[in-house]
């Protein structure tokens, strides 16, 4: 019996003073009464509710300016060769008659 080793367990000096059953005591929460569950779901349903109603506002505008830049361009398809305003001068011109 001479082979079994001496007990070197021994307890960490930073854990002299420690009581894990404190850190888990410490994390706990009280329950909540039905009426605050009530309220936060009511609460996070209007949130929803206006976000969505946000996401189809941002969603017709978006088609909104759509339609008028697909009328603005069937407008420069159509009159593009022939512009209602008068014609501008050339840059070359002009700068021909500064010098």
Request: net charge positive.
């Amino acid at each position: 019996m001479s082979n079994i080793p001496p007990n070197t367990r021994k307890t960490r000096d930073s854990n002299k003073n420690a009581h894990p059953g404190l850190l888990h005591l410490a994390g706990s929460q009280t329950r909540r009464s039905a009426a605050e569950v009530q309220a936060e779901r009511a609460t996070k349903a209007a949130m929803a509710a206006q976000k969505k109603a946000d996401a189809t506002a941002k969603a017709r505008r978006v088609a909104e300016i759509e339609v008028q830049a697909r009328k603005t361009q069937a407008y420069a398809k159509k009159h593009g060769n022939n512009p209602d305003s008068p014609a501008r001068p050339l840059y070359s011109a002009i700068v021909k008659s500064e010098l």
